[in-house]
C-alpha cells in the first residue's frame, strides 16, 4: 500500500511507478495522422484554443500556465466529440470497405454511403459528454443512436444529447458502470453497435479508436505551445472518470518527448477516485474506487478505471491526487475571472478542478509540500485541459454567481 499524503483535504500520492514504459505506438503522431485527418474534414473543426493565462501565472509564480480550452470543441461544449466521432467514423469504415487512412465526412456523407450508414444504430452510456458527441456525430451521418445515463444525470445534459444529433435518451436508475454493462447487453440483443468510452477484457477496438480520437487536443496544444515558444511543459494536470483521457494524452505526451517528457498529474474526485485507488494499492492492477460516487464532478464520476489506459497511466503518471468538490468549485471561479487581463475561461465542474488544484497549490503555503514535490516554481510551464465548458448552466451559476461549494479550509 501507498502512503498518502493528505493536507487541507487534499490527498496525494508520489507514484512509485515511474518507469516509463515503451510509448504505447498507437497514440503516437504518426498513427494518429488519420485520425487529425477526419477531425480536419468536418466542417466543425477549428483548433480549440491554447489560452495563456499570464497574468494569473505573474500572480501564482509561475512562468506560464497554457489552458486549452475544449468548451470551443466542434460547438459541443467539450472535448468528448473528439474520441466519439473518430471511433464512429472508423465503425462506419470497417462495415462498408472504405479506407480509414483516407475518409472524409463529405466522403461518408455521399448518398451511396448514407443510405448504408441509415440502417445503422449505435448505443453508448455516458455522464454527459461521450453521449452528445455519439448523438453528433451519429446524426450527421444519418445513423440512429441511443444513450443511456446514469442514475442522477441531470435532465439539461440530457436534452442536450438530443439536441445534439440523432440520440433517443433515456436516464436509468443504475450507477455509471452498470449503465455501461446494460448499453452492452442492448448492442448484444439488439445488433446495435456499442461504442464505449471505457474498456473491458474482450472489448477494446471502440475504445482505442475513441482515446485515439482525444489525441487530437494534445497534438494541437504541442503545436499552439511551441508558436508561443514553449519547447515543451514541464507540468500537466490530468482530469481523470475512467482515465481514458489522462491514458490518451499522456501516451502522446511519452511518445514525442520519451524520457524529457513533462511531469504529470492525475486529478480525481475524492469520493471516486479510481487512478488514485488503483495506484494506492500498489499492485499493479487496477481497482475500483472507494467512496460514496457523490460529486459535482459528472464527467468523472466512474469508479472502474479503463483497462486500456491503466498501464500507462501506472507507468507513467508522476502524481495522483483526489480532490473535494471545493477544489472544482475554486478552478470554475478562478477560470471565470484569471487575473489582469487574462481572458476568462467558461469552466464546468469536470474542466475546472485541475485549475482549482493548481491555483491552492501555488497559493496556500499549509500546500507547499506539495508544491515542492511537484517541483512547481518559477521556471514551470503548466499545461491543463478545460475539457468542458458550462455543460450544466444552472450548475455552473450556483457554483460562479452563488458560490456555491466554497473551500472549507
Ligand atoms: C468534461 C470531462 N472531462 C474529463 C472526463 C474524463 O474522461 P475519462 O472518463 O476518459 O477519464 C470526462 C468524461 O466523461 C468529461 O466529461
Not at 477544489?327 to 481572458?343: E, I, K
Not at 514535490?373 to 454567481?401: A, C, I, M, W
Request: net charge negative.
Amino acid at each position: 500500500m501507498l502512503q498518502v499524503e493528505t493536507i487541507a483535504n487534499i490527498q496525494m500520492e508520489l507514484n512509485p511507478h515511474r518507469t516509463p514504459s515503451p510509448a504505447p505506438d498507437f497514440l503516437s503522431r504518426e498513427a494518429t495522422g488519420p485520425v487529425r485527418h477526419l477531425h480536419e474534414s468536418l466542417k466543425q473543426y477549428a483548433p480549440t484554443p491554447l489560452v495563456e493565462l499570464n497574468g494569473l501565472a505573474k500572480r501564482l509564480g509561475v512562468a506560464a500556465i497554457c489552458v486549452k480550452d475544449e468548451s470551443k470543441r466542434f460547438g459541443l461544449n467539450a472535448f468528448k466529440g473528439l474520441g466519439g466521432v473518430y471511433a464512429l467514423c472508423r465503425s462506419v469504415c470497417e462495415s462498408l470497405g472504405l479506407d480509414h487512412h483516407t475518409v472524409t465526412m463529405e466522403q461518408l456523407q455521399r448518398p451511396e454511403n448514407r443510405e448504408k450508414i441509415s440502417k445503422m444504430t449505435f448505443v453508448t452510456t455516458t455522464d454527459g459528454n461521450h453521449g452528445k458527441g455519439i448523438s453528433w456525430a451519429a446524426g450527421l451521418l444519418g445513423a440512429k443512436s441511443y444513450v443511456y445515463m446514469p442514475r442522477g444525470s441531470v435532465e439539461a445534459r440530457a436534452q442536450a444529447i438530443r439536441d445534439a444529433g440523432s440520440a433517443e435518451v433515456t436516464i436509468t436508475d443504475l450507477s455509471y458502470d452498470d449503465a455501461v454493462r446494460y448499453a452492452a447487453k442492448m448492442a448484444e440483443e439488439k445488433g446495435w453497435t456499442l461504442i464505449q468510452d471505457t474498456s473491458w477484457p474482450g472489448y477494446e477496438t471502440a475504445p482505442r479508436w475513441i482515446i485515439q480520437g482525444y489525441t487530437t487536443m494534445v497534438y494541437e496544444a504541442m503545436d499552439q505551445l511551441e508558436l508561443l515558444g514553449y519547447r515543451r511543459p514541464t507540468h500537466v494536470f490530468l482530469q481523470a472518470g475512467v482515465g481514458a483521457m489522462a491514458g490518451g494524452v499522456t501516451g502522446a505526451l511519452c511518445c514525442t518527448y520519451g524520457k524529457d517528457r513533462p511531469k504529470i498529474a492525475v486529478v480525481e474526485p475524492e469520493e471516486v477516485a479510481c487512478i488514485f485507488e488503483s495506484l494506492r494499492q500498489d499492485d499493479g492492477k487496477e481497482h475500483k474506487a472507494i467512496g460514496s460516487e457523490i460529486t459535482i464532478m459528472a464527467g468523472l464520476n466512474c469508479a472502474e478505471p479503463c483497462q486500456l489506459t491503466w498501464p500507462i497511466l501506472r507507468d507513467n503518471t508522476d502524481f495522483a491526487f483526489a480532490c473535494p468538490d471545493a477544489v472544482s468549485a475554486r478552478g470554475m471561479r478562478v477560470l471565470a475571472a484569471p487575473a489582469g487581463g487574462d481572458r476568462p475561461v467558461v469552466s464546468g465542474e469536470s474542466g475546472a478542478v485541475t485549475a482549482g488544484l493548481l491555483s491552492l497549490l501555488l497559493e496556500r503555503e499549509e500546500l507547499r509540500p506539495f508544491r515542492d514535490k511537484l517541483g512547481l516554481d518559477e521556471n514551470s510551464v503548466v499545461l491543463l485541459f478545460n475539457t468542458e465548458g458550462d455543460t450544466d448552466p444552472q450548475g455552473y451559476r450556483h457554483v460562479v454567481y452563488d458560490g456555491a461549494h466554497p473551500l472549507m479550509f
